[in-house]
T-cell receptor, first 119, second 116 residues
Framework: GAVVSQHPSRVICKSGTSVKIECRSL??????MFWYRQFPKKSLMLMAT?????????EQGVEKDKFLINHASLTLSTLTVTSAHPEDSSFYIC???????????????FGSGTQLSVL | AQKITQTQPGMFVQEKEAVTLDCTYD???????LFWYKQPSSGEMIFLIY??????QNATEGRYSLNFQKARKSANLVISASQLGDSAMYFC?????????????FGKGTRLSVIA
């Protein structure tokens, strides 16, 4: 299967600082990356859809100026949490589909997730 | 809008027994995919099994099988011969497939605990 590498796996930061999370597709091209957020003991909620070379599409209620998404290449998408606050503490996880001919069907591949803790 | 419902917040099963995790869905798209993922305490999302809306047979992957009842819009996961390592959160999810690169929409999950 395809591999999505997500870093860092865990980050602790002070309130007011910015944190960048990276997701790389290691052996395939990901024209679209999905970013999810998961609170403890809750389900995964879609935050935004990241398309290579264009602006991300944010779900209702997600602040685009706070959660900056950049998808500058077919193998890298980043999520930056700007001016983080304790309420931003959560588990963030990305996922992508193998695009193009020979893709592995409709399955989405997930990164390993990032646990963000804002003090 | 698409919707996934998992009505069992938690389930217990004896080791070596079978267990069924319930999932119902709703969509107006005739082409869709149904997925089950396992999420252990580490947080990673482990793909278990996939069922396409046009698949004639129920999907099976080792100890996992998906009981797909299209008319009832249900896609229950059956785990046979439960093992202690099966203890985790299990999420049912769906993608509508007629609209390009669509995301997965998840249910609330079921926490499975396997008892020795």
């Amino acid at each position: 299967g395809a591999v999505v590498s997500q870093h860092p796996s865990r980050v602790i930061c002070k309130s007011g600082t910015s944190v960048k999370i990276e997701c790389r597709s290691l052996d395939f091209q990901a024209t679209t990356m999905f970013w999810y957020r998961q609170f403890p003991k809750k389900s995964l909620m879609l935050m935004a859809t990241s398309n290579e070379g264009s602006k991300a599409t944010y779900e209702q209620g997600v602040e685009k100026d706070k959660f900056l998404i950049n998808h500058a290449s077919l193998t890298l998408s980043t999520l930056t949490v700007t001016s983080a606050h304790p309420e931003d503490s959560s588990f963030y996880i990305c996922s992508a589909r193998v695009s193009g001919p020979g893709g592995l069907g409709p399955k989405l591949f997930f990164g390993s997730g990032t646990q963000l803790s804002v003090l | 809008a698409q919707k996934i419902t998992q009505t069992q917040p938690g389930m217990f099963v004896q080791e070596k027994e079978a267990v069924t995790l319930d999932c119902t869905y709703d969509t107006s798209d005739p082409s869709y995919g149904l997925f089950w993922y396992k999420q252990p305490s580490s947080g990673e999302m482990i793909f278990l099994i996939y069922q396409g809306s046009y698949d004639q047979q129920n999907a099976t992957e080792g100890r996992y099988s998906l009981n797909f009842q299209k008319a009832r819009k249900s896609a229950n996961l059956v785990i046979s011969a439960s093992q202690l390592g099966d203890s985790a959160m299990y999420f049912c999810a769906m993608r509508e497939l007629n609209s390009g690169n669509t995301p997965l929409v998840f249910g609330k999950g079921t926490r499975l605990s396997v008892i020795a």
